[in-house]
């Protein structure tokens, strides 16, 4: 009893090693152009950014990835 189950343990763990040590057919790709890759932005972060003038706040909106004004200085 305890020979076949030796046996049937050895030749599973012997299976399992075959399947572990066969080569791997899978190759990797590469690509030659990095330098023609770009990079593009999906989505422009826009926050509010204020300023006081002659004593009064006034809010203006800038582009922080594009570091870009839009609009013009708006009362708060």
């Known amino acids: 009893m305890k020979k076949k189950y030796l046996l049937r343990i050895f030749i599973g763990i012997l299976l399992c090693s075959m399947f572990l040590l066969s080569p791997n057919s899978v190759q990797a790709s590469t690509q030659k152009n990095f330098s023609q890759r770009q990079i593009s932005q999906q989505s422009s972060t826009v ?5 006081y003038i002659d004593g009064k706040l006034y809010k203006r909106q800038y582009n922080t990835a594009t570091d870009v004004w839009i609009g013009s200085w708006i009362p708060a």
């Open 47 to 51: 926050v509010w950014r204020y300023k």
